[in-house]
């Protein structure tokens, strides 16, 4: 069984030297705890991620499709037509040089994907060719764990990087440290753990239906 958050906090709060009984020490805490959980999270697509499907539909002229608020890493996407005919939208490589999505003046089926921050800060998927007609997405992904830092398997890793961010500052290079080391022998276990799996971003055919274990439905 893992630590409760409370435990984690008090851990926090003792090496910090702080007391829980202070609401502003209280508060600096969990806040530090949350911001270094989401940190974790987003560096790797680990397997103690929960898995979402979502389904949403996209009509003769669309292209851009806004991901859920609760979304961290995008998996897989789908694409169901009026027959139900299943086809893989492929991503398309993300880095500026090689963005080379058909022309908007394109239409037909989709079958590239990009995954891109807009000016709000809110992940949306751009598909290309834009549709020519109706279709079913379903769009496979990762949940944030903003709301909760208790589904990082290594609690320890959680406090290194709340000393990195409160500690004192001669201190901080050391946690700084530990943290990143911690982070990469989680994920070398986690790694491990689930088989080494491939993840996203390259175009096997394989890929988008085989992701960590077994198929994505």
Not at 55 to 78: C, K, M, N, W
Not at 94 to 112: A, C, Q, R, S, V
Not at 160 to 175: A, N, P, Q, W
Request: aromatic content about 10%.
């Amino acid at each position: 069984m893992g630590l409760s958050a409370k435990a984690i906090e008090d851990i926090a709060l003792y090496k910090l030297g702080r007391s829980r009984v202070d609401a502003t020490d209280l508060t600096a805490v969990q806040n530090a705890l949350s911001a270094v959980a989401d940190d974790v999270a987003r560096r790797y697509p680990w397997s103690f991620l929960e898995r979402i499907v979502t389904t949403t539909t996209i009509t003769a002229g669309d292209y851009q499709i806004s991901l859920p608020e609760d979304f961290l890493h995008l998996r897989a996407v789908r694409l169901i037509d009026s027959d139900n005919v299943v086809s893989i939208i492929y991503p398309q490589d993300e880095t500026e040089e090689d963005y080379n999505l058909p022309d908007l003046d394109d239409t037909g089926t989709p079958n590239k994907r990009w995954l891109y921050v807009d000016s709000g800060g809110n992940y949306k998927l751009e598909l290309r060719p834009i549709s020519d007609d109706s279709f079913t997405v379903k769009i496979y992904y990762l949940k944030d764990v903003s709301d909760s830092y208790l589904c990082i398997p290594n609690p320890m890793v959680l406090i290194f990087g709340v000393m990195e961010l409160l500690g004192k500052e001669e201190t901080m290079i050391t946690y700084k440290n530990l943290y990143e080391a911690g982070i990469k022998e989680m994920w070398e276990g986690d790694r491990i753990d689930r088989g080494d799996e491939p993840f996203m971003h390259t175009s096997e055919e394989t890929q988008d239906f085989n992701i960590y274990q077994g198929n994505l439905d």
